[in-house]
C-alpha cells in the first residue's frame, strides 16, 4: 500500500526522471534473450517508476520485449542498466536503443499487451 502511494505520487510530480526544466527525451529499447515468462515486463514497469520514466512496456511476439520510454538523459540511463540487468530468472542477451520522438500525450508508465 505505501509503495503504490509512492508511485502515485511519483506520477503527479513527474517523478526524478521528469523534473521541471529538464529536456524531455524518447528513447525505444528492444530487448533480447530469455525476457518472456520471467516477469520482465512487470520489473520493467517498477523500474520505470522508481526513475520516473513515463511510457511503455510489451511482448513482441519475436520473443523480445519492447520498451518505449521518456525521461530525462540521466534517468533514461538508469533505466537502461535496469532494463539490462533484468529480474532474476531473465537473461539478457542485448539491449538495443534507438531514438524516438516524444509523446506529449503520455503521462505513466504502463504494461501493454502483447503482440
Known sequence: MQREAHYKSLKLRGGPGMRSGTTKTAKRYRIRGRVQGVGFRYFAERAAHAAGILG????????????????????????????????????????????????????????????
Open 56 to 115: 511503455h512496456v510489451r511482448n513482441c511476439a519475436d520473443g523480445t520485449v519492447e520498451v518505449y520510454a521518456i525521461g530525462d538523459a540521466s534517468a533514461l540511463e538508469v533505466f537502461k542498466h535496469r532494463l539490462a540487468q533484468g529480474p532474476p530468472g531473465a537473461w539478457v542477451q542485448a539491449v538495443e536503443e534507438s531514438e524516438m520522438p516524444v509523446n506529449q500525450g503520455c503521462k505513466e508508465f504502463s504494461i501493454k499487451g502483447g503482440w
